[in-house]
């Protein structure tokens, strides 16, 4: 059936505005309520039926789509990202980002954002609770060093953060009170964040041992420089892998060359950086470790490879020996080490696409 009507709404955490067009008989409605699911229930109800409605995705979230979906009615969230906007449009309302969202769902050219269900949303919050504490550890480090580094104070040694290295930091005396109180106070914020980061990654690997997604995880590990936290981050914030191929899910991380061409020129820049950023960030991390010597497994990969299938071993093997002659490649040829990793990165996204999707394929077949 064809819709009748197409609904753009431009939510927010008070209200939303919502933007009704009948292309058949050119009505429009336009309408400002809370932003209580049942109120825009209510409100999209007023409409004959069949309807589509679609909102920006946004910091909102899901909670509208699964609301309205559950009642039975169509909607799709686009990414913010994707909308078109005229270069010369200056004036941005939100009964004009209502109008767009009905324009552009109507004509279909809105690109849908997967919607995931709760259980999903949860997961993906765990992984990125670790990385928020990451990266607040991080700076809570560099601030202590900071301090060190300003009174001309450093480590002797060359690896930082160990036991040996706390007592070291609780060691150090300032005579002015402020400052002993400032670095007290940084270095104690520093052993705080890691704990808590270190209780994180007890509950993700808890987690990751009996979840939706444990087949993947156990998949992705097999290759080298993914770990628990790193396959866990991959398997839930890509969800869905056969959404992908394994030369699309780069693009979709945004692992690909950007270009600008025109006529006969043609002209590459940096990666586009769209998508997702954890994910990217993620890949990108990992693919350093196969720039290290590389012969065999060692004994965490092999511990690893005995609780996946005879295919995905072998794949997994597969993958790790040409990620690090491609590396030797790119080192021959003396490529700046950055730009060779992130292309170690886009095909590592591509070797864990081919490990993920086959198993998400076939659990999908044996659950029809």
């Given at each position: ?26 009505e429009i409605t336009r309408h400002t309520m809370t932003a209580d699911p ?140 402020a400052l002993q109180f400032t670095y007290q106070a940084d270095v104690e ?180």
């Open positions: 059936m064809f819709e009748h009507t197409f609904i753009g709404l431009d939510v927010h955490a008070v209200n939303v505005v919502g933007h009704a067009l009948n292309p058949d008989t050119g049942a109120v825009v229930l209510e409100w999209v109800r007023r409409f004959e039926p069949p309807v589509k409605v679609v909102y920006e995705s946004g910091p909102t979230g899901f909670v509208l789509a699964r609301h309205l979906r559950a009642a039975g009615i169509g909607c799709v969230v686009t990414a913010s990202s994707k909308l078109l906007r005229a270069p010369g449009d200056r004036v941005k309302t939100d009964r004009r980002d209502a109008r767009v969202l009905a324009e552009m769902l109507a004509v279909g050219s809105v690109t849908e954002v997967r919607i995931p269900d709760p259980d999903e949303e949860a997961l993906r919050d765990l992984s990125r609770l670790r990385s928020g504490a990451a990266k607040d550890l991080a700076h809570a480090r560099q601030h202590v060093n900071a301090i060190l580094l300003r009174h001309g104070i450093r480590y002797p040694k060359d690896t930082r953060w160990t036991k040996e290295h706390r007592l070291w930091l609780h060691r150090q005396h300032f005579d002015e009170p914020q520093a052993e705080l964040l890691a704990a808590h980061l270190a209780r994180i990654d007890k509950q993700i690997t808890a987690t990751a041992a009996a979840c939706r997604y444990t087949p993947v995880i156990d998949a992705l590990m097999c290759l080298r420089g993914i770990q628990i936290t790193t396959a866990f981050g991959l398997a839930v914030e890509i969800g869905d892998w056969n959404r992908f191929t394994g030369s699309t899910i780069g693009s979709y991380l945004g692992l690909v060359p950007s270009e600008q061409s025109s006529g006969q020129s043609r002209h590459q820049g940096p990666i586009t950086k769209a998508g997702n950023t954890y994910a990217r960030k993620l890949l990108i991390e990992a693919a350093w470790q196969h720039r290290r010597p590389y012969a065999r497994p060692g004994e965490r990969l092999l511990r690893q490879l005995d609780l996946v299938a005879p295919a995905t071993r072998i794949r997994a093997l597969e993958g790790n020996h040409r990620l690090h002659r491609k590396w030797e490649h790119f080192d021959e040829r003396h490529k700046m080490p950055v730009k060779a990793n992130t292309a170690i990165a886009r095909e590592l996204a591509g070797w864990c696409w081919s490990l993920a999707a086959p198993l998400q394929r076939g659990e999908r077949m044996n659950a029809a």
